[in-house]
């Protein structure tokens, strides 16, 4: 029978039926394309990260280990397990051994905090926690400890060394391999990913293995993913930019070999792509300028790209034009979200929609809708509220009716917030937004969420947080603070507030980059603060 998971908003049955009947859902769960390829190449090399380099054969022994060893401490189908872990193997032989027990992991970036994980906690009721003992200078073994005496959920953390490994992980390793079987179904949820947000607290994004593999088998063509394909790890592993657009898991179901990067610099990633001669990467706007501004272009031979997959955030036109002249690979501009719906421009795009535009959707499936302010559909060319509706997209977040009713229409289109234009051959271009959300190089922002937090501070008497333009980021976050009668504004410093966040264990990219002492905020004619005056860089 199908899991039952409250709070999961699942798909009318005549849509279901029709996206089974169409082929874009098919009979798979997520672990099966690792476990087809095992099966054809074990010796292929499957995964590289410093210097361990896993086959097929090998990486699929160690995910059922793990999932023994999850088994062994009361992991079942339907349990939540929250990964919070950087771009280290272990993520990806966790999340297979999970997904091989039917379980569903929260992906949670490395960068997140005590904040952000004990509210996915909270909210999943999640029964385990892996991490990492120490990540940029926070001790994440405390958090774990504590997380275990304040969660009655909690029965389980796992805490692994800083790389990813160490006497946690070799006692995984040392149960004896489940064998590899079905023990979920398709239309289970698989998975759960953070929605860049627009609320106080983050939203998680419930996927299926229909929706999730959906996308994938769309990605891998599209993206030129073959068993030659060598991908480099470049941004967060737990982004839906490196599991699924195309991602590991394009890559492990075609029988390619996936590269991790610890971080995307220059420094560390082109010594990695001359080494293991990789073929594709995806990756955020100010990753790319960094690759085109660095002056180690030069000194290391780039020549195995074909392509890099950019999107996340607006790319700029002229960032755009150099990437083939000056790293020599096809720029793949690409318009997705965790939600689901994904757009890539096509290998045969001419030369300046491949500038200009970000996509057609991934799947035939997918339904666009480009609407103006009264609902009504534009004309090719034309501006509008995007919304969508398809078989990668969900209908609902996870546990939060009230926000669903918002964020889907009745009839199950997801309002994206996104302001777009489509061309007469279907290519969109992203040219605005209209949620209250700060794109900072790709990492989204809800200003709500730092606004809450902050106006615990002491000294702060009302806060607005917006974004404001920045030449690399995009957008970069700054807060306009009014203090307290009484209190010296001297005293409210970018270094008070940002310190302030730490200690309340905010991820960091979400800490003010700047902060203004304001006697009042610019108003809208309604009264209402005006973020659009507050944007305006000074
Ligand atoms: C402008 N804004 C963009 C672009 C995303 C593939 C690629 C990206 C994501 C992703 C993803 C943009 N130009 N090229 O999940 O699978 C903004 C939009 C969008 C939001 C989604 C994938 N590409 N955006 O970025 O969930 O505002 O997913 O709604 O992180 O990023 O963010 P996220």
């Known amino acids: 029978a199908p899991l039952v998971l409250e709070g999961f908003v699942p798909y009318p049955e005549d849509t279901a039926a029709h996206y089974r009947a169409n082929g874009y859902w098919i009979d798979q769960t997520l672990p099966e394309p690792l476990f087809d390829t095992i099966a054809r190449t074990p010796d292929k090399t499957a995964l590289i990260a410093g210097d361990v380099e896993l086959s097929y054969a090998q990486l699929g022994d160690q995910v059922l280990r793990v999932a023994a060893a999850l088994q062994s401490r009361g992991i079942r189908r339907g349990d939540r397990t929250v990964v919070h872990l950087p771009n280290v193997p272990s993520f990806i032989v966790f999340v297979y051994a999970i997904w091989e027990l039917g379980a569903i992991p929260v992906f949670s970036p490395a960068a997140h905090r005590r904040t952000e994980i004990e509210h996915f906690v909270e909210v999943t009721e999640a029964k385990a926690y892996v991490t990492i003992s120490r990540h940029d200078g926070a001790d994440l073994s405390a958090l774990a400890a504590d997380l275990l005496d304040k969660w009655p959920s909690l029965e389980h953390t796992i805490v692994l060394d800083p790389d990813g490994r160490g006497a ?278 809800a200003p709500e969420e730092v606004e809450n937090l902050i106006l615990g501070h002491e000294s702060v008497h009302d806060v607005s947080v917006v974004g404001v333009p920045d030449p690399i980021l995009g957008e970069r976050v700054k807060a306009f603070v009014i203090v307290r009668q009484g209190v010296d504004p001297a005293g409210m410093k970018l270094g008070v507030v940002r310190q302030f966040l730490r200690q309340r264990g905010l991820a960091s990219y979400k800490l003010p980059d700047a902060l203004e002492v304001v006697t009042e905020f610019p108003k809208t004619g309604f009264g209402k603060v005006s973020k659009r005056l507050q944007r305006v860089p000074l």
Request: charged share 25%.
């Open 168 to 445: 946690a992980f070799d006692e995984l390793l040392r149960h004896e391999p489940l064998p590899h079987e079905r023990r979920s179904r398709p239309e289970d949820v698989a998975l759960l990913q953070i929605s860049g947000g627009t609320t106080g607290r983050p939203k998680l994004i419930p996927h299926t293995s229909e929706t999730y593999l959906h996308s994938v088998r769309g990605s891998i063509p599209l993206c030129g993913i073959t068993e030659n394909s060598v991908q480099l790890t470049a941004v967060p592993i737990c982004h839906s930019m490196s599991v699924r657009s195309p991602g590991f898991l394009g890559v492990l179901a075609a029988g390619g070999t996936v590269v991790l990067a610890p971080d995307g610099s220059p420094d560390t990633c082109f010594p990695l792509i001359e080494k293991h001669r990789v073929t594709q990467s995806s990756m955020v706007p100010p990753l790319l300028l960094a690759w085109l501004n660095s002056s180690l272009k030069q000194q290391h031979d780039l020549s195995s790209l074909e392509s890099l997959h950019v999107g996340g955030a607006k790319l700029s036109a002229e960032a755009a034009r150099r990437v083939a002249p000056e790293l020599g690979a096809f720029l793949q501009q690409g318009f997705g979200m965790s939600e689901g719906l994904v757009n890539y421009n096509r290998f045969d795009v001419d030369e300046e929609r491949s500038v200009r535009c970000q996509g057609k959707p991934v799947s035939p499936g997918d339904e666009l809708l480009i609407l103006d302010d009264d609902g009504a559909e534009v004309a090719p060319g034309v501006a509008g509220y995007l919304l969508t509706r398809g078989p990668s997209t969900i209908r609902g977040y996870f546990r939060l009716p009230d926000e669903n009713a918002r964020s889907f229409t009745a009839d199950g289109f997801y309002r994206t917030g996104d302001i777009v234009e489509r061309d007469t051959e279907g290519y969109l271009s992203v040219v605005g937004r209209s949620k209250d959300q700060i794109n900072r190089g790709g990492e989204k922002v």
